[in-house]
Nanobody, 123 residues
Framework: QVQLVESGGGLVQAGDSLRLSCEASGRTISDYAVGWFRQAPEKEREFVASISGSTFRVVYANSVKGRFTISRDNAKNTVYLQMNSLKPEDTAVYFC????????????????WGQGTQVTVSS
């Protein structure tokens, strides 16, 4: 079982930036797709971004394209989400997740979830 711990969330103003980190332990995650999801109160969990295990191919939700960047450092077993030009609608708990697949991630393929880190963007 892979353990995931997110960090880097906080309270910021619209237009500010944050960098989230997801540190994995227990197993290496370099071969697997990793993604970020977010969930606002009383809303369903939403896909944000993913990065594949071997090719580092990235996929973004339309709502964050051009503003967010996902990356990974396999030597540190860590995944990052750089969030720029934050908007109030980005407010949510952000979760990282590891897929059982190499190239893609989806809810059914997730094998491990982090506990989440709160991101709050004020206007």
């Amino acid at each position: 079982q892979v353990q995931l711990v997110e960090s880097g969330g906080g309270l910021v103003q619209a237009g500010d930036s944050l960098r989230l980190s997801c540190e994995a332990s227990g197993r290496t995650i370099s071969d697997y797709a990793v993604g970020w999801f977010r969930q606002a109160p009383e809303k369903e969990r939403e896909f944000v971004a993913s990065i594949s295990g071997s090719t580092f191919r990235v996929v973004y939700a339309n709502s964050v394209k051009g503003r967010f960047t996902i990356s990974r450092d396999n030597a540190k077993n860590t995944v990052y989400l750089q969030m720029n030009s934050l908007k109030p609608e980005d407010t949510a708990v952000y979760f990282c997740a590891v897929s059982s697949q190499r190239f893609t991630i989806s809810l059914p393929s997730v094998t491990s979830w982090g506990q989440g880190t709160q991101v709050t963007v004020s206007s």
